[in-house]
């Protein structure tokens, strides 16, 4: 769950980069972020994976109060998320399978958990019997699905994608966000910053749009893949959630 209250960033040259922002996404939303270059997005992700603390306002994502939470905690914030980049930011030296281990392996995992694992992420993501080449053996598209592995590995409840289509043709994108629309139906969040139009339209679900450090719209696009509105609980059921964490 994400909520944000009253939240904005100032950077220390000035720029206001988000403003007043108020927001709660649960789980299992299916979000696109969309607006202008410099409108806030990149700064709302980095917000979301404590990458940048807010200037004012509250912030709590996955239980984790971010106006409070402690060095040490932090690492603990980020198991709960995966990640995916418009650079795929694989290891170049190591193979399919071990960037997708990577980081159970980092988490102290035994290596019969982790290979039981990686087998799951890798039919998920549709790359049997690539475990074995490294990633300049891929296609972009393929390299993508990696990272997408790798960020399912820990099973997060929230993913966040960054332009996850940006450096791959568009028939790959389409496949890209599909899985993205799979893994959100099987219960976890995803929150996808994209400003490709046609695929917003083709898979729908709610669109949030940031302009000039506002959300100017949020609405829910209904498609074949989104049909349902999602369930919003507008109960304050904040005070929980502070009490669990730092
Ligand atoms: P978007 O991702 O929508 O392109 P950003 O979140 O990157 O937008 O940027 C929002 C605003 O904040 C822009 O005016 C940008 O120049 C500014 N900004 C982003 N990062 C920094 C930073 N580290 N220091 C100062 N200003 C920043």
């Not at 694989?90 to 290596?111: C, H, Q, T, W």
Request: charged share 30%; proline share 4%; net charge positive.
């Amino acid at each position: 769950m994400i909520h944000l209250e009253n939240v904005s960033k100032v950077y220390s040259n000035g720029t206001e980069a988000l403003k007043n922002i108020d927001l709660d996404i649960q789980n299992g939303e299916f979000v696109f972020i969309v607006g202008p270059s410099g409108a806030g997005k990149s700064t709302f992700l980095k917000l979301l994976m404590h990458e940048e603390k807010a200037t004012f306002g509250k912030i709590i994502v996955n239980g984790y109060n971010l106006m409070k939470i402690k060095k040490r905690r932090v690492p603990y914030l980020r198991r709960t998320m995966g990640i995916v980049f418009q650079d795929f930011r694989l290891i170049e030296k190591m193979s399919v399978y071990d960037n997708i281990a990577f980081a159970m392996r980092v988490i102290g995992k035994p290596e019969k958990v982790i290979k039981k694992r990686v087998k799951q992420v890798i039919r998920l993501v549709g790359l049997e019997g690539k475990d074995k080449r490294r990633p300049n053996e891929l296609s972009g598209g393929e390299q993508q699905r990696v990272s997408l592995a790798r960020a399912l590995i820990n099973k997060p409840e929230l993913i966040i994608a960054d332009e996850p289509t940006g450096n791959i043709d568009p028939e790959r994108s389409y496949d890209i966000m599909k899985m993205l629309s799979v893994i959100s139906e099987r219960g976890t969040t995803v929150v996808v910053v994209t400003h490709e139009h046609d695929l917003v339209n083709e898979f729908g679900g709610r669109v949030l749009w940031i302009e000039d450090g506002e959300i100017v719209s949020d609405k829910f696009i209904p498609t074949k893949y989104h049909s349902k509105e999602p369930y919003i609980d507008n109960t304050d059921n904040t005070d929980k959630t502070n009490t669990e964490v730092d």
